[in-house]
């Protein structure tokens, strides 16, 4: 059996040569120079560019309003920190204002110029803090700060602005809000004010007052009623002593309080004593005898008749000579029968302010029933006065809240950092295009020499395959 041999020759110069590096050096010469042309091409030729650089603040601002209400309660509005919400963060606001089309226009018409020319700024938001940084460019120094300070006062306006749409977009909520409270309260104080004039009833301390008065003239009555049992008592006593019963002290009294009838029981006094002064002087059928016995007969008729009327029965001459009516004498039986009278009186005007009593009591009960069953409905009227009291309020101050809060949803803006005056560009950075073009010249060359290395070493392998190849068919 034959072996193969392999034998190791040493490549064909020539074929070694086919993958020379002088092509590459030139691609590579080529590429640099390119790298740096344009480099120091931009270095020349463009022209410098200066940043203005500055910040602002943007506090968070938050209001209260408290409105204690007597025998309602406390309303409140809390307006509160636009920091308070985790989503929400008042300076993205202020950067997209700050990067609108808008706020770019305003800026670029102070500075008389087209908003392409002015750009657009940059903005950064400090993080854990409340300040947002701002940076402008400019051909020159004065030109990148006089439009920093161009975009602030822009800011500004375009803010003032949108403040003023909210003012009067939320005030002419609240007060379509007041008018609506105040019309329902006015209703209310009508509808109570009317009814306190139908029902009579203004308050609940005019129930109280009224139970007092009530109270009061049950006592009043209790006193008039022990009174009148004491004045009862003595008058039965006085009957007594004169030995009449209480229908005669009763009858006596009703004569000796009548003026006719005591007139005329004088006039038959006065005349009875006339006719026994005469009798001592002249005959029983002497004229004037006779003329005073008529006198006598006439007023002791009319006195029976008066008497009659008053009392309302038949009265005899001796039931009055009983009852002993003339008290002119002053006899002890006559003293006795003037206090049985006054008694009698007294006895008879306490029964009278007894019962004018009751009928007050009874009539003030009746009231006091009726305004019992009203102070519901009154009560109702005043809580329903009381809340619409409450909701104006509540209303009006948030009103006063919205007008004194312009700075709820656009905080104030505080500037904390003034516009600088750049004293160098900020581009084109010299050290950063000669880094940038050194480090392309590392890169493109680096990259030449793999490809030329790689180029060569896949000439090699293809050489000792086909080396390989002749000597296993040789």
């Known amino acids: 059996m034959t072996e193969s041999v392999t034998i190791s020759r040493p490549f064909p110069k020539s074929r070694l040569q086919q993958v020379h590096w002088s092509p590459y050096l030139l691609i590579g010469i080529l590429a640099n120079a390119a790298i740096w042309c344009s480099a120091l091409a931009y270095l020349k030729l463009k022209a410098p560019t200066y940043t203005s650089g500055w910040a602002v603040n943007v506090p968070g601002t938050a209001a209260q309003a408290r409105v204690s209400l007597p025998e309602i309660g406390q309303t409140s509005l809390d307006s509160s920190s636009p920091y308070s919400i985790s989503t929400q963060d008042p300076r993205q606001n202020y950067k997209f204002l700050a990067e609108s089309d808008a706020v770019i226009q305003i800026a670029a018409t102070q500075m008389d110029i087209s908003p392409q020319e002015f750009g657009k700024p940059k903005v950064k938001i400090g993080d854990s803090t409340s300040i947002i940084e701002f940076q ?40 379509s809000a007041l008018s609506s409270s105040q019309r329902k309260l006015e209703m209310a104080q009508k509808r109570l004010s009317d009814y306190k004039a139908i029902s009579g009833l203004n308050s609940s301390d005019q129930l109280k007052a009224l139970s007092d008065n009530i109270e009061a003239l049950r006592k009043q009555r209790a006193e008039i009623v022990a009174q009148q049992q004491q004045s009862s008592s003595r008058l039965q006593q006085l009957a007594a002593n004169l030995n009449l019963s209480e229908q005669d002290a009763a009858n006596a009294f009703v004569l000796q309080t009548d003026q006719i009838f005591q007139q005329n029981l004088k006039n038959y006094s006065e005349t009875s004593a006339n006719l026994v002064t005469l009798s001592a002087r002249f005959l029983p059928d002497h004229p004037t005898i006779v003329a005073e016995q008529n006198k006598r007969d006439a007023a002791a008729k009319a006195m029976l008749v008066r008497s009659e009327s008053l009392l309302g029965r038949p009265v005899s001459q001796d039931l009055i000579q009983q009852l002993n009516l003339n008290t002119s004498n002053g006899s002890a039986r006559e003293n006795l029968f003037q206090a049985l009278v006054d008694a009698q009186a007294e006895n008879r005007g306490l029964q009278s302010q007894a019962k004018e009593t009751e009928q007050q009591i009874v009539q003030l009960e009746n009231r006091l029933r009726t305004l019992s069953q009203k102070e519901t409905t009154l009560e109702a009227l005043r809580r329903e006065l009381q809340v619409s009291e409450a909701v104006f309020s509540s209303t009006l101050a948030n009103l006063d809240i919205i007008r004194s809060n312009a700075f709820g949803s656009y905080p104030l803006l505080q500037i904390v950092a003034e516009p600088n005056l750049p004293k160098s560009p900020s581009s084109p950075k010299k050290m950063f295009i000669l880094l940038g073009a050194t480090g392309g010249s590392l890169f493109v060359s680096a990259g030449i020499l793999a490809f030329w290395l790689r180029q060569r070493r896949m000439t090699m392998l293809e050489l000792e395959r086909k080396t390989h190849h002749r000597i296993v068919e040789g």
């Open 136 to 175: 402008m460019t400019g051909d020159n120094p004065e030109e990148a700060r006089d439009k920093s300070y161009a975009l602030y006062r822009a800011i500004q306006a375009r803010v003032n602005e949108l403040r003023v749409q909210e003012f009067i977009q939320r005030d002419a909520s609240f007060q």
